[in-house]
């Protein structure tokens, strides 16, 4: 019985302390609506930031994420956007600022794939892609840090993608994009360190969503086995990535691409 209290008690000051990690922060998370976006968001209501879900075009998942942060006694807001297009990210801003008062964080998450040969590619696929995926992410960040520049503190995430780091094969459009975000995260980190903001990127691997849904049984399990770990990694292992790098624990941590591939590349 005496143990089985210790033991609460230790369960419980973990909890809170997990609690703390991120309290009184604001945070957007942009294509928060599903995915590895949705259990950023999750994960951040856990540690106690305030949550601005950014999607482009799923009301009802948006909804879902929101409701989740609510079952945690989280705090939460949608702010309905498409990231790809300058103006918008400006508004995106605004909004969050008129809500909020302050944006600690921001997590530019969203992000589309396109498998298929760079040959066939056309105009509107190479747009789409690099639009979403890097310009989406500068546009917003180019706002976001207007702001925390002038509070001297802030903390920017991209995610990116372990093939923005060795190319993938058929995926040349979106290993180019997630590139391109990996360099932007160093530079930035660099041109913005002495205003007190970091800026890391994590690099996931296979991660289980709707992203990978297109493959087949055997495609998924083919793919497992070329993974050490053996296996697709869950969103909430991002999430909680993300808590460090937005938290206090990794307060010398800037300009990092820290991959979660589970030994893939
Ligand atoms: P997903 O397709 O499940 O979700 C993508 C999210 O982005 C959705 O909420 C969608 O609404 C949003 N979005 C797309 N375009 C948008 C736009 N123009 N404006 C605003 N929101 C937009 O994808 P996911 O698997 O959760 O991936 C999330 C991020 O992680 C992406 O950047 C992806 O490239 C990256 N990633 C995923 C994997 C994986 O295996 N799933 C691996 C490496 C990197």
């Known amino acids: 019985m005496v143990k089985f209290s210790r033991e609460l008690d230790?369960?419980?000051?973990?909890?809170?302390k997990n609690m703390n990690k991120l309290s009184n922060k604001?945070?957007?998370?942009?294509?928060a609506s599903r995915g590895i976006g949705r259990a950023i968001a999750i994960e951040f209501a856990k540690a106690g930031a305030s949550v601005l879900i950014n999607y482009s075009s799923d009301d009802k998942g948006a909804e879902e994420t929101?409701?989740?942060?609510?079952?945690?006694?989280?705090?939460?807001?949608?702010?309905?956007?498409?990231?790809a297009k300058y103006d918008t990210c400006q508004k995106i801003v605004e909004e969050a600022l008129r809500l909020m008062g302050k944006l600690d964080i921001l997590v530019n998450n969203a992000g589309i794939s396109k498998i298929g040969l760079f040959m066939d590619a056309t105009e509107e696929e190479i747009n789409n892609v690099i639009n979403t995926n890097l310009l989406g992410?500068?546009?917003l960040t180019k706002h976001?840090?207007?702001?925390?520049v002038s509070r001297k503190c802030g903390n920017v995430i991209n995610i990116s993608s372990m093939w923005g780091e060795v190319g993938a094969s058929c995926e040349v459009l979106y290993s180019s994009s997630k590139g391109g975000l990996n360099l932007f995260t160093k530079a930035l980190a660099k041109e913005i360190a002495p205003s007190n903001i970091r800026v890391n990127c994590i690099a996931p691997g296979v991660i289980n969503?709707?992203?990978?849904?297109?493959?087949?049984?055997?495609?998924k399990k083919s793919l497992e086995e070329e993974i050490p770990l053996g296996r697709?990694?869950?969103?909430?292992?991002i999430g909680k990535l993300a808590v460090f790098l937005a938290s206090e624990d990794s307060s010398y941590i800037t300009g990092q691409v820290i991959r979660a591939d589970g030994g893939f590349v």
Request: proline share 0%; aromatic share 8%.
């Open 26 to 31: 604001v945070a957007l998370i942009t294509g």
């Open 10 to 16: 230790n369960n419980y000051l973990l909890l809170n």
């Open 209 to 219: 969503t709707k992203m990978n849904s297109f493959l087949g049984e055997e495609e």
């Open 137 to 139: 992410a500068m546009y």
């Open 66 to 83: 929101l409701e989740e942060i609510k079952k945690l006694n989280g705090y939460g807001a949608i702010i309905k956007g498409d990231i």
């Open 232 to 237: 697709f990694g869950d969103s909430s292992e």
């Open 144 to 148: 976001v840090v207007n702001h925390m």
